[in-house]
């Protein structure tokens, strides 16, 4: 992922004023670098993502197991004074994630670093933009996991503001309602969402979060956290964006250990399971930046997704 930095010269007047030409670059450098953030923003700190650690489990397979009484079972109102209570059965179900290897190399030369400048060139500044590199890379594996969602719901196939509604409503007669809801769409289905937004009339164009969404873009709708990313998946000339709900995703990890007397630890975050480490091979005169991560995810609970089928143009 590459970002383009535009740099403007001083002013030719020497007032400290800013030129049209300079605002106009920096315009361009704030739309480079939003569109840079698009596949690194992620879901993983929302509670449509269940989180649990393998390290140390013994195993690469992770169990997330679901005991429950079912969304919308009622209790009973009505039972006679001295009555035993009756028995409701449990669904019971289980969901497996793999924990595999994720990484990304990269070897950089001295004559590399010694021609270039040193910000472009810094090993350590090349490792630290690995963090972002295994955020889009596990955000590709969620909208591969998504587009398994064995429930698609869709009105016009396009991308519009009632495809919202319709993904809402069978949220509600499947399960109640299910809260806050995240949403992982394609940039070109907001922009259809949008579209079809300018197209409403009435009340519905004055509600806050409908403003809000027509003047800055994907934020809260109706209740759904819209979040933009390149990493949908396709199928049949369609973007299989979907909608979750709270425990939709099993998210397993595990934490790369540092062993004494290993490479310069240019990275360890502490909030997600990767490694970056510095190696120099100076017969061959390469620095090699190294990140490692492990993780796996699947869809946990079924009722708590839903496929958004929209129109890839």
Same mark, same amino acid.
């Given at each position: 992922?590459?970002?383009?930095?535009?740099?403007?010269?001083?002013?030719?007047?020497?007032?400290?004023?800013?030129?049209?030409?300079?605002?106009?670059?920096?315009?361009?450098?704030?739309?480079?670098?939003?569109?840079?953030?698009?596949?690194?923003?992620?879901?993983?700190?929302?509670?449509?993502?269940?989180?649990?650690?393998?390290?140390?489990?013994? /195993?690469?397979?992770?169990?997330?197991?679901?005991?429950?009484?079912?969304?919308?079972? /009622?209790?009973?109102?009505? !039972? !006679?004074? $001295?009555?035993?209570?009756?028995?409701? @059965?449990?669904?019971?179900?289980?969901?497996?994630?793999?924990?595999?290897?994720?990484?990304?190399?990269?070897?950089?030369?001295?004559?590399?670093?010694?021609?270039?400048?040193?910000?472009?060139? $810094?090993?350590?500044?090349?490792?630290?933009?690995?963090?972002? /590199?295994?955020?889009?890379?596990?955000?590709?594996?969620?909208?591969?996991?998504?587009?398994?969602?064995?429930?698609?719901?869709?009105?016009?196939?396009?991308?519009?503001?009632?495809?919202?509604?319709?993904?809402?409503? %069978?949220?509600?007669?499947?399960?109640?309602?299910?809260?806050?809801?995240?949403?992982?769409?394609?940039?070109?289905?907001?922009?259809?969402?949008?579209?079809?937004?300018?197209?409403?009339?009435?009340?519905?164009?004055?509600?806050?979060?409908?403003?809000?969404?027509?003047? =800055?873009?994907?934020? #809260?709708?109706?209740?759904?956290?819209?979040?933009? @990313?390149? =990493?949908?998946?396709?199928?049949?000339?369609?973007?299989?964006?979907?909608?979750?709900?709270?425990?939709?995703?099993?998210?397993?990890?595990?934490?790369?250990?540092? #062993?004494?007397?290993?490479?310069?630890?240019?990275?360890?975050?502490?909030?997600?399971?990767?490694?970056?480490?510095?190696?120099? +091979?100076? %017969?061959? +005169?390469?620095?090699?930046?190294?990140?490692? &991560?492990?993780? &796996?995810?699947?869809?946990?609970?079924?009722?708590?997704?839903?496929?958004?089928?929209?129109?890839? /143009?």
């Amino acid at each position: 992922m590459a970002i383009a930095v535009f740099a403007a010269g001083a002013p030719a007047s020497g007032n400290g004023l800013v030129t049209e030409d300079q605002l106009n670059d920096l315009v361009l450098a704030e739309r480079a670098f939003q569109l840079a953030l698009v596949d690194t923003a992620d879901f993983f700190d929302t509670p449509a993502i269940v989180v649990s650690d393998g390290t140390g489990g013994g /195993s690469l397979v992770q169990r997330h197991r679901i005991l429950t009484m079912g969304w919308g079972l /009622s209790m009973d109102a009505t !039972a !006679a004074e $001295d009555t035993d209570v009756s028995a409701s @059965s449990v669904t019971a179900a289980d969901t497996d994630v793999t924990i595999a290897r994720r990484a990304l190399r990269i070897d950089e030369t001295g004559l590399a670093r010694s021609v270039g400048s040193a910000w472009g060139f $810094d090993p350590i500044a090349l490792g630290l933009t690995m963090v972002d /590199s295994f955020r889009a890379g596990r955000m590709g594996a969620l909208g591969t996991a998504l587009a398994g969602a064995s429930t698609n719901v869709t009105s016009t196939g396009t991308g519009s503001i009632d495809d919202l509604y319709d993904v809402i409503d %069978s949220f509600t007669a499947s399960v109640g309602d299910p809260g806050q809801l995240f949403g992982m769409l394609h940039p070109v289905t907001l922009s259809s969402i949008r579209d079809s937004l300018r197209s409403e009339v009435g009340p519905q164009k004055e509600r806050p979060d409908i403003q809000a969404f027509l003047a =800055k873009g994907a934020e #809260m709708l109706l209740g759904i956290l819209c979040m933009p @990313s390149t =990493k949908i998946t396709t199928a049949a000339g369609k973007y299989e964006n979907a909608i979750m709900a709270p425990g939709a995703i099993a998210y397993g990890i595990a934490q790369p250990q540092r #062993m004494l007397g290993g490479n310069v630890v240019v990275a360890a975050p502490t909030d997600m399971p990767l490694l970056i480490e510095l190696e120099r +091979d100076a %017969s061959r +005169d390469v620095w090699q930046i190294v990140a490692n &991560g492990y993780d &796996g995810l699947a869809i946990r609970e079924q009722a708590r997704v839903r496929g958004l089928l929209a129109s890839t /143009s």
